[in-house]
């Protein structure tokens, strides 16, 4: 059920992602692991309050919880425009910082700052300038986040 769980998220079938997750939720509600990825891509196809609430349990059930499951507080607070927050999230390990840094550093101005993540980020994907918004897509899912964090990239001086 949880995987295809996430093979309904990889194919953006928002409504069969949901069903799905709705039941793996069910059968195991105590499961850090698949409670935090579920959360995570609930808050991604829209279902922010519940999909905070899930990494919020599966992270005080797995003390010792995984970096990406800061991925959730990080777009929170991005969202809402606190991008000095966003950027105490620290997750060296994943791609999605160097992303984050940089989005959040150009919402802030910080120039330097927000040109060095990006390099690190394109370091890693050498094509994102071309496939950035692609890339995005697979794990924000819906466009108002590629959205919102590429007119971070974009003041951060990646070109448009």
């Given at each position: 059920r949880f995987t295809m769980a996430m093979v309904y998220f990889a194919r953006l079938q928002k409504t069969q992602f949901v069903s799905e997750a709705s039941r793996v939720l069910r059968m195991n509600p105590n499961n850090a692991n698949s409670t935090a990825a579920l959360g995570m891509h609930l808050w991604m196809t829209g279902g922010r309050d519940q999909?905070?609430?899930?990494?919020?349990?599966?992270?005080?059930?797995?003390?010792?919880?995984?970096?990406w499951c800061f991925m959730v507080s990080y777009c929170h607070h991005y969202?809402?425009?606190?991008?000095?927050?966003a950027l105490k999230i620290n997750t060296?390990?994943?791609y999605t910082d160097r992303l984050f840094r940089a989005a959040a550093y150009g919402q802030l101005e910080h120039e330097n700052a927000?040109?060095?993540?990006?390099?690190e980020l394109i370091s890693l994907f050498p094509d994102f300038k071309s496939r950035g918004r692609e890339i995005m897509k697979r794990v924000f899912f819906l466009d108002e986040h590629v959205d919102m964090l590429w007119d971070g990239l974009e003041k951060a001086g990646i070109e448009k």
């Amino acid at each position: 059920r949880f995987t295809m769980a996430m093979v309904y998220f990889a194919r953006l079938q928002k409504t069969q992602f949901v069903s799905e997750a709705s039941r793996v939720l069910r059968m195991n509600p105590n499961n850090a692991n698949s409670t935090a990825a579920l959360g995570m891509h609930l808050w991604m196809t829209g279902g922010r309050d519940q999909g905070k609430h899930l990494m919020e349990k599966a992270m005080a059930l797995n003390p010792h919880h995984p970096g990406w499951c800061f991925m959730v507080s990080y777009c929170h607070h991005y969202r809402n425009g606190e991008f000095a927050d966003a950027l105490k999230i620290n997750t060296p390990e994943l791609y999605t910082d160097r992303l984050f840094r940089a989005a959040a550093y150009g919402q802030l101005e910080h120039e330097n700052a927000g040109i060095s993540a990006l390099k690190e980020l394109i370091s890693l994907f050498p094509d994102f300038k071309s496939r950035g918004r692609e890339i995005m897509k697979r794990v924000f899912f819906l466009d108002e986040h590629v959205d919102m964090l590429w007119d971070g990239l974009e003041k951060a001086g990646i070109e448009k």
